[in-house]
Every structure is written in C-alpha cells, then in structure tokens.
C-alpha cells in the first residue's frame, strides 16, 4: 500500500512539471475512457450522469488496492513477485502516456518515475521487515507515510506554479460591443417548476471526455488556423480579447441526453464569430469541415458550411454569463455553434483549428459510430408536476427546444385525452430553449402527462422512440405523478 502511495505521489509531482496527463493514474484513466465502446459510455452518462469520470476514478483506486494488497501478499518471503506486479503497471502507465497524442516525449518521465519509486520503495520496506525486525519496520513504514505525503504536497504545490484559476483571475472584466438582447421577464416560469432562462455557470452541465481538466494559462494559450487556407494563423489569447467582441443567448445539448434527460443549459457566450476568422485566413474550394483539437487531444469535425452560414453565429467564446469562461466549460476558449450537437460544436480548451476535408481527418466521436451531421432534434421536456400534485386544476410546466429554428407550438396531454396547446413564455432568441406551462384537469389518482413540440418549419418532434445514437434520441417525453 505504501509503495502504492509512494509512486502515484511521485508520478502526480513529475507530472505537475510535465503536465497533469502525463500522472500515470490520469493517463491509465484517459485511456480507459478512450477504448471504452459507445455503449457502455452510454450507459455510464445514463447512470451516473456528470459522475461518471468520479466513479471511473474510485473504480481504478479499487482495483489499485485490491492489487497492491494482492501484491504484499505474495510476497512474504522474497520482494520480486510484488515487484514484478508493480512493473506490469507501470509498464501499463508508461503505455498510457505514450499513447496520447497530446502529451510530449518528456510526459513519459512521470510514469517512469512512478515506476521506479514504487519498485524501490516496495523494496526497501520488504528489507526493512525481514532484516530490522518489527519496531524499525514500523520506523520505515512511517518514513515512507511522511515521504509519500510530501512528495504530494510538493505535486500540489508546483502544479499552482501554472494556475489556471490565478490567470483567468487576471482576465478582468469582457465588456460586449455587440450586447445580447435583453431578457424579458416571462422568458421563463421558474415559478411553475421549469428552469431558469439563464443557467448559471455552477449548474451548466458538463459531459466531455477530460479525466482531469485541463489548466492552460491565457498567457500560454495559443489558437492555430490551418489547412485548407491561404494563411495560416496563430491567435493569442489577447488578439481574441482585444477584438469587439459578440455576445449571443445559446442553448447547447448533448447528443447523450435521452428523452427528457437534463444535459441542457443556456448561457450567455462572449466571443468572436468563427466566420471572421476563417475569411481573414481564406478558406480554399473543396473544404469541408472545421476539425478542432483541445489542449487534451478530444478531436471535433465541425460542417464547414454550417460555421460559415450567414446569421448561424458560429462563436470561438472566451467569456460566458458575465465573466471569462469557468475552468471546466473550456478556459481559454471554446466553440460555440448554434444548433449542433456539443460533440461535433462545443469543443473546449481548443487549441488547433483545421479547415479540412471528411475523408483527411476522422474526429474522436465519428470513429466511434456516431453521426458526422448533428443538428439538435426538436424535442420538450415535463418538469412540473414532480410525484404529486393537489387533485383539481394542475399546473405542468416544462421545456422545448428547436435550435436555431425555433419554437412554435407545445402540446400537452393527460392520460389518452386530447392534446391541448400550452402557453409558451416569450421568445428571447431561436437559439435558446423555450419554456411552456399548461393547466390539466385531474382527478384523485394516478395520472400520466404527454408533451411534443412543433418548431417553426411546422413539423412536429417524432413519437418514434429511437435511443441517442448516432444522431440524439427522440420520443414524446411522458411522467406520471399522483393527485390527491
């Protein structure tokens, strides 16, 4: 256990000098979740939701324990089949590492040193047991506790030498030169049990890839434009900031959230637009799509054409509800494109921009099955009544979204009756989830309620229950509850 500690706390001290992927036990993870099939992701999100990447963790400290036991066990009388277990993982973190496209030839130094420390360690207590006896065992047991414990500390200590926080801190205020239009009063009926118009960035819902968030510095940061251009250019963090900047009201949807499920927020984004900087870098004939990087290596493939539509507001964003964008929703800067899916939109931490082609470059999530289009599907959401309400008039009240076509009907049911057409809040933009409320006569007892949505091209969402891949899930969303 104590050889266990002993290499992790090294691998995470090196790793704080060579970047937070490189510590063997976040590469070990990231590994994981980037051989791990679409289904059992799926079914991760679906049962531990923003926990997931939590429950992966705990699940590879689990293992790590039963392993490190496993190992002092067999290993009573000679250190080498303890040793030899600590070698094949850290043969596995040395793997792990050099597997990732986003790490450099030096990351490896972390796993390495893990290795090493967890080896010697192991040996020098299992001399320490059999040759000194019990007191000067424990003697060394303790050492190895405040050596262990100091080694973190000291991780911990240079990994603030690159804060993240201290320098989006130094930001400041991003004032809009071109506002968002104001939000009226009714854009929402909190009151009746639907979300806030607004999410604050606290409760923004967050599903991405990233075992470990990424710290990048605005001062280090750097945004690569290349391809398929007649110039290629790099931004610095400043040369986004100094620019007048946009300020759009945008819904963003994860293409795992399932019929009625919760991955859906609103913010307000503060950034430039997409189009602006591919014309200044000149986009050639024959492009296709915007493949963007993070900092972590998760790979996007945007439609080109959809980034560079008239009026579509495609947005690279450095700020979101009022300040620079919170560490975990993308610090530096992210994309932002109204409509689509976040796993071919939203990229985070972006460094790289590539104007390319479908056949060049295959994203992350299209190797994967899902689909290369991802418009989101028009779709609505109950979320009042919650278990029971009082028998007689019934308020329900949800959410609908149709992004970037809008909103034009919500209709709710009770039971098998007839459909009846709910009161919409005002529209604040196409872009933006639209609430609703409706008054339903029930009776004492159990009761069911039906909703769908129509958008603006007069179709209406699908009953068709389809799960979310490749494309998003649709069906009607229905809760029960009781009157009494």
Known sequence: MLALVSALAAGQLVAAFVGPGASPFFAVGNAAIDLTPGWLKDFAVRSFGTADKTVLLAGMAVVLVAVAVAAGLVSRRRPLPGQLIIGFFGVLGIAAVLARSDLGQLAVVAPLVSLLAGVGVFGLLHRAALSRGVSASRRAFLGTVAAAGAAGVAGALAGSAKDADGSRAGVGPLTAARPAPPIPADADFAKLGTPAFLTPN???????????????????????????????????????????????????????????????????????????????????????????????????????ATVLEPGRGAMLAIGMNGEPLPIKHGFPARLVVPGLYGYVSATKWVTDLEVTTWSARQAYWLKRGWAEQAPVKTESRIDAPRGTAAAGKVRVAGTAWAQHTGIDRVEVRLDDGPWRQAVLSAEVTVDAWRMWWAELDATPGAHTVTVRATDRTGATQTDRVADVVPDGATGWHTITFTAS
């Open 202 to 304: 606290s409760g923004f819902y967050r599903i991405d890839t990233a075992l470990v968030v990424p710290q990048v510095r605005a001062e280090d940061w750097r945004l690569r434009l290349h391809g398929m251009v007649d110039r290629e250019i790099t931004y610095r963090y400043d040369d986004i900031r100094n620019r007048p900047l946009v300020e759009r009201i945008v819904t963003l949807c994860c293409v795992s959230n399932p019929v009625g499920g919760p991955y859906i927020s609103t913010a307000r984004f503060l950034g430039v637009d997409l189009a602006d900087l591919l014309s200044e870098a000149g986009v050639r004939p024959g492009a296709e799509q915007l493949f963007s990087t993070s900092v972590d290596g998760f790979t996007a493939g945007t439609p080109l």
